[in-house]
């Protein structure tokens, strides 16, 4: 027993850090998606000119909380005819594909569990490639119309805009060169530029792939309470149903996690090369403190001491983990530098893709949801050959900027030029084409015959 | 690194269980599904020996099978869903007539 | 020691589910099983440190094909579990040629004396940390040595897209 007893310390010896980072990840993760869902209720509030969840706790902080409690404690149903193995399975594989893909997103410089792997960012898109499963099995196991209805349109969404992320972030690959993560940002650095404004077309192609992806607004027909009921996750309830979410929001973190890192400087500082913007090396502190200080301000403003003490608990934390940051500040160049590191670069990474999570959101509550057969014109006819013409664009202006030496700024301009001109193009062609092929589907009564065959 | 002989014997074994499915199963979608655990066995197999000799080639025509695999399923499923359309089965035993 | 391990675990993984596919009366439990097969194997390929390959399986193989399978088995899906294997004698037939092979085969890969000049001549594999990264070998492969095949291969997806449409489209000309 003692050789592999040996061997086991040797393993746990070796690989500490990333054991303890995967640990931490899939002990906190779940707790953040359910603040998440809190942050997502009170940005709906604040944009429908209400309050949100107020009740539970302080601000309602301790909503995730009871609502974690209520689901767990409620009855497992599962429905009479529903297959008992796939109906378990389903929101098994959803929860595990989210969190697996999270294993190589490296949120700072020195938060990842799987690094230095050759395969990087290519890794997280693939393994999230499993979550249609989760819905499609979900849906199917539940033996129930809408589930099915809602699972496969959830799917065929699914893959339809899984090609068109994959082409924008191949964009996003051939500038970097390389598939590894932390090379990936360290060439953002170099070339002095994120890769959102040498492709902006990726990026935005990719922001509107992977709403689509993570089944939001406007692309979230297949779980739209007006249609289906709730899709696949009809008959799921309690435990099983908190999977399903769970999964959601972290493919929303893991959506987030790769377009940061790839189109916006991952953990660098806002002009991380610029001298005379050296300050915003302190951005961390000022903004904390200028956060703790507006608590206190409104402190002094709350009719109840209840809420003022609550207050300056706030400005109290914010003011402690400011001092950290200001604490760890000259360590920049000596032993500690990575701690430094970690540190800063944990702050700018989880800063971006909390922007990235508002844009999310700010999205959900302002647009009205697609119909199926627009949202499926939209990936077939418009992104994916956008996506393509994109492809090709960057690989033209690349080969331009090593082989003739052009500037790569001038490249990368014309290419976006002309990437906007086929988009305009593609959505032109559509809108006229569109009219007629909706006239035709409608009158095309062998949709009918379909349904009562199939 | 495992010695060669395992790597073949893995191989030869879902080579196998993927024969005895397409010949046993009466079910044609299994039987396409056991087809491509053959060619998942072929693969391991060609994975292998690349490793063993440092020639990145036995990779590359790996990964020609995997693209191969998937237009090979893709139109599988295609002439089965015709077929089902026709027929209303997807029973091996059943598809016995080249024209009626 | 890590090595064998993860082998061990992953072709276990591999040949059980393989297993249990061939022998599933319901037929999406068959394919839930083929993707467990199919991500084992994907660990074989990681395993022999083929990392492109391990993800490009997992991509195309688990999330494209297995999606494919499904979709087609719900479109298709009979009511009546009907017995799945053919009647009797051919299955035991099948397995005992199966098992013949099998035992051969192993004979000849393991126990077979090796004399010189004789038996499986492979020489030694390269050492894990001097291996050139996977994915830069292999786009080297495919860009340079076999760009033919790969614009062949491109060329048959295009052709198996098209044919797939046609095959599974609804005829709207009556016969």
């Not at chain 1, 809408?146 to 051939?174: D, W």
């Amino acid at each position: 027993m003692s050789p592999m007893l040996h061997s086991i310390l040797a393993f746990v010896q070796t690989w500490w850090a990333e054991l303890l980072c995967a640990v931490l990840i899939v002990l906190v993760v779940p707790l953040i998606v359910g603040y998440i869902v809190l942050v997502e209720r009170k940005v709906m509030a604040d944009m429908q000119a209400r309050l949100g969840p107020m009740r539970v706790g302080p601000h309602g902080l301790l909503q995730p909380i009871a609502d974690a409690l209520k689901l767990l404690s409620k009855e497992d149903l599962i429905p009479d005819n529903a297959d008992q193995f796939i109906f378990w399975l389903a929101p098994v594989l959803s929860m595990t594909a989210a969190l697996t893909s999270m294993g190589a997103v490296a949120f700072g410089p020195w938060f990842q569990v799987a690094r230095d792997i050759n395969i990087g960012l290519l890794f997280v898109v693939g393994v999230s490639a499993l979550s249609p499963f989760g819905i499609v099995l979900g849906g199917w196991a539940s033996n129930n119309h809408y589930s099915i209805i809602g699972a496969l349109r959830s799917t065929a969404q699914l893959i339809s805009y899984e090609t068109t992320a994959g082409f924008a972030l191949v964009s996003g690959f051939l500038l970097a060169g390389t598939l590894n993560v932390r090379t990936i940002v360290e060439t953002q650095r170099n070339d002095h530029a994120w890769y959102l404004f040498l492709a902006p077309v990726g990026f935005f192609t990719y922001l509107i792939a992977s709403i689509a992806e993570t089944n939001r607004a406007p692309f979230d027909l297949p779980e739209a309470e007006s249609e289906l009921v709730a899709g696949y996750m009809t008959e799921y309830s309690g435990f099983r149903w908190s999977l399903y979410f769970l999964a959601e929001y972290a493919n929303m973190i893991v959506v987030a996690s790769v377009g940061t890192t790839l189109f916006l400087g991952g953990w660098l500082r806002p002009f991380p090369n610029v001298h005379w913007l050296r300050w915003l090396d302190a951005g961390p502190t000022l903004l904390l403190a200028a956060v703790g200080a507006y608590c206190v301000y409104r402190a002094g403003k709350q009719p109840a001491r209840a809420q003022s003490l609550f207050m300056w608990a706030v400005a109290l934390a914010c003011f402690v983990v400011a001092t950290i940051f200001a604490l760890a500040s000259p360590f920049n160049h000596l032993p500690l530098q990575k701690m430094h590191d970690g540190l800063y670069g944990a702050f700018w990474f989880l800063f971006k893709v909390s922007a990235y999570i508002y844009l999310f959101m700010w999205l959900r509550f302002t647009l009205p949801r697609f119909r199926f057969d627009q949202l499926m014109r939209l990936g077939w006819h418009i992104l994916i050959p956008l996506a393509i013409i994109n492809v090709v664009g960057v690989a033209v202006a690349l080969a331009l900027t090593s082989e003739f030496g052009w500037n790569r700024w001038l490249a990368m301009a014309i290419t976006t030029l002309v990437t906007l001109g086929a988009a305009l193009f593609l959505v032109r062609w559509n809108d006229k084409y569109s009219a007629a092929a909706s006239a035709a589907l409608l009158a095309d009564s062998s949709i009918v015959e379909e349904t009562h065959a199939g | 690194m495992m010695p060669i002989g395992h790597y073949l014997f893995l191989s030869l074994a879902l080579f196998l269980i993927g024969a005895i499915g397409v010949i046993t199963r009466r079910n044609v979608i299994i039987v396409l599904m056991s087809i491509e655990l053959i060619l998942n066995a072929v693969n391991i197999n060609l994975v292998a020996f690349s490793r063993y000799f440092g020639d990145v080639a036995g990779q590359v025509f790996a990964l020609f099978i995997i693209a191969d695999a998937a237009a090979e399923a893709a139109v599988g499923l295609g002439i089965i869903i015709a077929f089902f359309r026709n027929r209303e089965t997807v029973l091996a035993d059943e598809m016995d007539l080249l024209k009626w | 020691m890590l090595d064998s391990v993860i082998f061990y675990f992953f072709a276990g993984i591999a040949v059980v589910s393989a297993a249990l596919m061939v022998t599933r009366r319901n037929a999406i439990h068959s394919a839930v099983f083929l993707i467990t097969t199919l991500l084992a194997t994907a660990g074989i390929f990681l395993q022999l440190r083929a990392e492109f390959l391990f993800i490009a399986q997992i991509i195309l193989y688990v999330g494209g094909i297995m999606v494919l399978f499904i979709f087609v088995i719900m479109l298709v899906r009979l009511d009546i579990p009907l017995p799945q294997i053919r009647s009797g004698l051919q299955k035991w037939i099948a397995l005992f040629v199966a098992l013949a092979v099998g035992v051969e085969a192993g004979v000849v890969i393991f126990l077979a004396r090796k004399a010189p000049g004789q038996g499986l001549l492979i020489p030694n594999p390269a050492p894990a940390d001097k291996l050139h990264p996977n994915t830069e070998e292999l786009a080297k492969g495919l860009f340079d040595s076999y760009l033919l095949p790969f614009e062949i291969a491109s060329v048959l997806l295009l052709v198996a897209m098209v044919g797939a449409v046609v095959m599974a489209k609804k005829r709207t000309d009556a016969p």
